[in-house]
């Protein structure tokens, strides 16, 4: 692009954005000890609100440690505040993360540990998100007048220096050190921080039905300590909202990485600590593929946390780096990860920015990842100035690149700059840097995957909300109905609309299949649990007198929260053996049904219907008068949870003994199955030659042709109920 080339704006509101505003002032903060630092100063100035959104808070997140007479604990920091100022309210809005995220979150647990919020310190966690989505915007509005926006949670394990030395004293938690971090924030004041205060009382909204109101006009200064990088620019916040019932998407994050990526004309420098996006790898594979197209650079971090990522997003970003490799026919992409000497085997500097930086023209820093879920899953916000051909606004988006690749490379900006200038590309100039204690290296080593793993790996990284009701019709009777009721074959949509609903219900099974084997198989399951270890727990177990009540009682729970009941059979199996097991299972899965059964008599009609759903009211009518049969039916191929079904069998007037009998012999066979592979799984534990596959496979395939005779049934009685309906309405 030339130097008198005014470039006409990339933000437009509505596409690739929501809103463009105007800062006063703008800071560009990197790593931990400067964010923290400036987002306490900021605090202090703050009079009437405070208001984060954080994928992850811990009330012990250490901020500093020189703070003097001011608390250096997020939590009695955030109370102190509180206490000094009296119309000051502080409002956090922390994602309400499953199990698998909590080993290292605080997690309600605060109490237990020792900080108790102050009356104006509300911390709420946000439950609103779609089936494996995260709430995963990192933002803090004080006062609607000063604004910080990036991928830095407060939270533990994110303090670093710019350093990142690999033996850093300070940087531990819990008096464990941890190995060096690197993340970016951008502060703003002025208009921009006034759009983030209304886009924060949205999602607070959203999240817990309650409105926050706008503090007034005057507010929080900018603090007189915190650095300045940009004065009077304009700014645009990109977000991915992820599709709720009622909730339109919203992919902003998406369409302004893909419109940066087109925009590129000489160089795009990228960090990130995923690298998994389809759609944005192959808008970078095409920009490769042009002759003329810019260079692109590419800093990631070495390793992934945990076996989760290892095993997800990990392999998922080898696929990528394959593909933009096999592109790069003009030999312009480079791939790097930090390092530092010293770092322990396996450890390496976890870089956590989500940073994009085309030519000198546009500089992007958000919480949004280069990864599928974060362009349509999880909720996301980014922010993003552009230069429009003004060289004072060209030159700080250069300095700030060149102070991210001198951190990188133990150098300094100037040096940087000046072998950019020498070289002529970032590639060039990072290698005649490159080489010291800490330093940029290519990404060289990728490991093979097959095919199949890499597919199966993609289940942790989906672009859209996983639907539980999509998954539910595919799998229901009224699927099939739907199937069938479809053009016969030889029209457009006939057998094709079978077939794929029968290929997307083989293949979620093979994918649940698959994910099971890989937990046992990848996780620390396999350390953890080992045939030994298991046979003994179970021995120890069933020689309680009280172990029989315990799996009893079991059920009951189980159902309610739904929980897989076969995983308490199978343990009550290897516990007991095949007689006893098969017997405390089913004693155990009735009383639970009677439970139920009594409970439904309590609760309102009308609650009732509601928890049924349309697919099991449809056969309530063939409930009250084939009550045996069809609770049997309903057993085998349920339409709804365990629970669910007692409940509205007690509202419909269901008389108790077909109800408990349809229980029995509707369990019995999934029971039975459930114990033959419990009782195989024992002579997986003691000795794998004993195993009976002809009996597990006979199992397996009575099971299957039971299921599919029943679910033909059900489809039947829907057919019969349906056909005096649609006579009548024929009639008129």
Known sequence: MSGGEKPSGLFVPGRNCQVVARARRVALLVNGEDYFRSFMLAAQQAVRSIVILSWEFNSQTRLCFDGGDVPERLGEFLNWLARRRRGLRIHVLDWDSPLVFRADREYRSYTLRGWHPHRRVRLVYDDTQPLAASHHQKIVVIDD?????????????????????????????????????????????????????????????HATGRRLRPPPEQGAAWPKEMPVDLEEVDVALARTVPELPGQPGVDEVQALYLDMIAAARERIYIENQYFTAYRVGEALAARLAEADGPEIVVVVRLFSHGWLEEHTMHILRTRLVRRLREADAHGRLSIYYPHVDGLEERSCIDLHSKLMIVDDEILRIGSSNLSNRSMGMDTECDAAIEARGDPRIRGVVRDFRNRLLAEHLDAEPEAVEAACQAHGSLRAAIESLAGRE???????????????????????????????????????????????????????NGNGSGRRAFLVRLALFAVLIGAFAAMWRLTPLAGWIDADRVAAYAREFADRPWAPLVVLAAYTPACVLMFPRPLITLAAVVAFGPYLG???????????????????????????????????????????????????????????????????????????????????????????????????????????????????????LALTALTLLVRRWLVNQHREMASPAARAHEGH
């Open 145 to 205: 007048a000063l604004a910080f926006i990036g991928g830095f949670d407060l939270t533990v394990r994110r303090w670093d220096t710019c350093s990142h030395a690999a033996r850093e004293a300070r940087r531990t938690c819990q008096d464990t050190p941890y190995p060096p971090f690197h993340d970016l924030m951008m502060a703003v004041n002025g208009d921009a921080a006034r759009a983030l205060g209304q886009l924060v009382r949205q999602r607070w909204r």
């Open 438 to 492: 800490r330093t940029l290296r290519p990404l060289d080593h990728m490991p093979e995957w097959s095919e199949t793993t890499i597919e199966l790996a993609g289940v942790g990284d989906p672009g859209q909300p996983v639907s539980l009701d999509a998954i539910l019709d595919e799998l229901s009777p009224e699927q099939l109905i739907a199937d069938r009721a479809a053009p016969p074959a030889g029209s457009a």
């Open 582 to 700: 098969f017997v405390y299972s089913l004693a155990g899965i009735l009383i639970s049904a009677l439970c139920t059964y009594l409970a439904g008599f309590a609760l309102p009609r009308d609650s009732i219907h509601r928890l049924g759903g349309a697919r099991l009211m449809h056969l309530a009518d063939v409930l009250r008068r084939r009550s045996l049969a069809t609770v049997t039916a309903l057993r085998l191929v349920p339409l709804a949870p365990f629970a669910v079904e007692g409940l509205v069998a007690a509202a419909i007037g269901v008389p108790l003994l077909p109800f408990m009998l349809g229980t029995l012999f509707g369990m019995l066979p999934g029971t039975l199955a459930t114990t033959i592979f419990g009782d195989q799984f024992k002579h997986v534990l003691s000795d794998p030659s004993r195993i009976n596959f002809g009996l597990l496979a006979a199992a397996v």
